[in-house]
């Protein structure tokens, strides 16, 4: 594999894992009522949809930036 190859799979998994730490914040924020002694959860699912939001915009950077530049097509053969 080439590193354009990993870096396309590490932009991959951060947005996977973006994805799931929204989903999970929102859950946590508006769908959980249960409190737990010296933690909010509301504010637990803030963040996590905040550091979610984050990863996603880090993991489209990378995606972006490493992009291959096209490969021109290939000219006629040496000593024609």
């Not at 002694?37 to 930036?65: E, K, R, W």
């Amino acid at each position: 594999m080439t590193s354009g190859g990993h870096g396309n799979l590490h932009a991959t998994v951060t947005i996977g894992s973006s994805l799931f730490l929204i989903a999970v914040g929102a859950i946590l924020k508006f769908a959980v009522t249960a409190t737990v002694a010296g933690v909010d959860i509301q504010t637990v699912g803030v963040i996590l949809m905040v550091v979610g939001v984050v990863g996603l915009i880090v993991g489209l950077a990378i995606m972006f930036s490493r992009r291959q530049p096209p490969v021109p097509p290939a000219g006629p053969p040496a000593g024609y």
